[in-house]
């Protein structure tokens, strides 16, 4: 189910991707795949089996997994940041290209280790 929550987050993250020339689109599809990735934080946060799994674990695909989230969430938080200079004064758009086009590597990733961890 989670798994599918960040599919769905991931989707909005590659539309926004394409929609990147149409300003308002990029920036609302983007904040709204933002906004997911952070509710699922949160979901995942107030489930007591989940956070004691992680806590702990030598699991390296559940490590890998978390590793990938945790840099993709700093990433788009840093894309975000980035965007809005982009807005407000024009500058920095040579960081946000840079890290979207990772991101979207790390972020896929995400979503194909969080179904290898639900599914095997
Ligand atoms: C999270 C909030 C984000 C905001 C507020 C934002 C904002 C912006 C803005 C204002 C632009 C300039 C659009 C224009 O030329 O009129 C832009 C361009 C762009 N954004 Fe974002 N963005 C965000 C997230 C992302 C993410 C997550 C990615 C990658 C997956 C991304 C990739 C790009 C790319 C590739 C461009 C084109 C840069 C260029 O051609 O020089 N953005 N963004």
Same mark, same amino acid.
């Given at each position: 189910?989670?798994?599918?929550? +960040?599919?769905?987050?991931?989707?909005? !993250?590659?539309? /926004?991707?394409? +929609?990147?020339?149409?300003?308002?689109?990029?920036?609302?599809? %983007?904040?709204?795949?933002?906004?997911?990735?952070?509710? #699922?934080?949160? #979901? =995942?946060? +107030?489930?007591? +089996?989940?956070? %004691?799994?992680?806590? /702990?674990? $030598?699991?390296?695909? !559940? @490590?890998?997994?978390?590793?990938?989230?945790?840099?993709? @969430? !700093? %990433?788009? !938080?840093?894309?975000?940041? $980035? /965007? #809005? =200079?982009?807005?407000? &004064?024009? &500058? /920095?758009?040579k960081i946000h290209k840079l890290n979207g086009l990772i991101l979207i590597v790390v972020r896929t990733l995400v979503t194909v280790t969080a179904y290898t961890v639900v599914m095997r």
């Amino acid at each position: 189910m989670i798994a599918h929550f +960040s599919a769905i987050s991931l989707l909005l !993250l590659y539309v /926004g991707f394409l +929609s990147r020339r149409n300003r308002m689109r990029h920036v609302t599809f %983007q904040m709204t795949s933002l906004a997911c990735d952070i509710a #699922i934080v949160i #979901i =995942l946060e +107030s489930n007591r +089996s989940v956070v %004691q799994k992680a806590i /702990g674990s $030598t699991d390296r695909l !559940l @490590l890998t997994h978390i590793a990938l989230a945790v840099t993709a @969430l !700093l %990433q788009h !938080l840093l894309n975000l940041i $980035t /965007g #809005i =200079l982009i807005w407000r &004064t024009g &500058t /920095g758009r040579k960081i946000h290209k840079l890290n979207g086009l990772i991101l979207i590597v790390v972020r896929t990733l995400v979503t194909v280790t969080a179904y290898t961890v639900v599914m095997r």
